[in-house]
């Protein structure tokens, strides 16, 4: 009896007869679960870049310039609150736009990734925005870091400016290929809202899926743009700007980040309604 037990231990041992009993794990722990990673997966879920403006800014990782503007009519700080970004354009030429901005140097890849961009701005000017603006814009990486970085031929930009004769503002996108507009959005301005509307804090983002663009902003209906960027590679500038004969007016950024939200596989086509 002995005997023929062993025999079947040993025929179970060698054929791996699927009825017979496994022996136990040595170890003491199962074989661990393959996963399958999409082709379409979010390759982190930290931001790339996440700044609050709390701090100096490090001039490594920061340009700041000025344009058209003289000595001491213009500031960026960073303080507790933000960037705090103020401007006087008295005494400039009527066709001048005075310009103070501030890029992040590194180049981003936007035709390769799916990203997110979010910018806060507190809109602190409370009586005349005339001619003001500020926003976001998306530059190549060829491009120089001065003068005013929407007059570049390729280039988009998306910004709160300032509308009728008091502080109101519209939102506004535009996309610029080759110095030739070839989309803009103004939520229906000026036949729609023609006077603008108050603006105190406000989030914004835009999603860049390489092929089109998604404007996304609490408490107003998404907007999705049909074009991309028309460039592979870039970089991130916030700016604000004012025309001549302007008394001095504070805009303060207190958000922006980037988060790349997924690798664009080179056969993809992504819908921004699909985001």
């Not at 074009?227 to 991130?236: I, K, P, Q, S, T």
């Not at 700016?239 to 207190?254: D, E, P, Q």
């Given at each position: 009896m002995r005997h023929s037990a062993l025999l079947g231990v040993l025929a179970c041992a060698i054929t791996a007869c699927s009825g017979c009993p496994s022996p136990p794990d040595p170890l003491g722990s199962p074989a661990p679960d393959v996963v399958i990673v999409p082709a379409f997966a979010p390759p982190s879920l930290a931001p790339r870049l996440s700044e609050g403006f709390t701090k100096p800014l490090d001039p490594k990782l920061w340009t700041q310039w000025t344009h058209n503007l003289a000595a001491l009519k213009s500031s960026a700080q960073t303080s507790s609150s933000g960037l705090n970004i103020e401007l006087e354009t008295y005494g400039r030429a009527a066709e001048e736009v005075s310009v103070v901005a501030v890029a992040w140097n590194p180049v981003q890849d936007f035709l390769g990734e799916v990203v997110r961009l979010e910018f806060e701005l507190d809109w602190l000017e409370d009586s005349n925005a005339s001619y003001l603006s500020a926003g976001l814009a998306l530059v190549p990486e060829t491009a120089p870091l001065s003068g005013d970085p929407r007059d570049h031929a390729e280039v988009t930009h998306l910004s709160f400016i300032g509308a009728g004769m008091g502080a109101n503002v519209r939102r506004e996108l535009l996309v610029q290929r080759k110095g030739q507009e070839v989309f803009r959005d103004s939520e229906g301005w000026p036949e729609t809202g023609r006077d603008g509307r108050t603006l105190?804090?406000?989030?914004?983002?835009?999603?860049?899926?390489?092929?089109?663009?998604?404007?996304?902003?609490?408490?107003?209906?998404?907007?999705?743009?049909?074009?991309?960027?028309?460039?592979?590679?870039?970089?991130?500038?916030?700016?604000?700007?004012?025309?001549?004969?302007?008394?001095?007016?504070?805009?303060?950024?207190?958000?922006?980040?980037l988060r790349v939200l997924a690798a664009i596989p080179a056969t993809s086509e992504t819908s921004a309604d699909g985001l």
């Open positions: 105190k804090t406000v989030r914004l983002s835009l999603t860049l899926t390489g092929s089109m663009m998604k404007i996304e902003e609490a408490g107003r209906p998404p907007v999705s743009v049909p074009v991309g960027l028309g460039f592979a590679r870039g970089r991130v500038v916030l700016y604000v700007a004012s025309h001549s004969n302007s008394m001095r007016r504070a805009l303060r950024f207190t958000h922006l980040e």
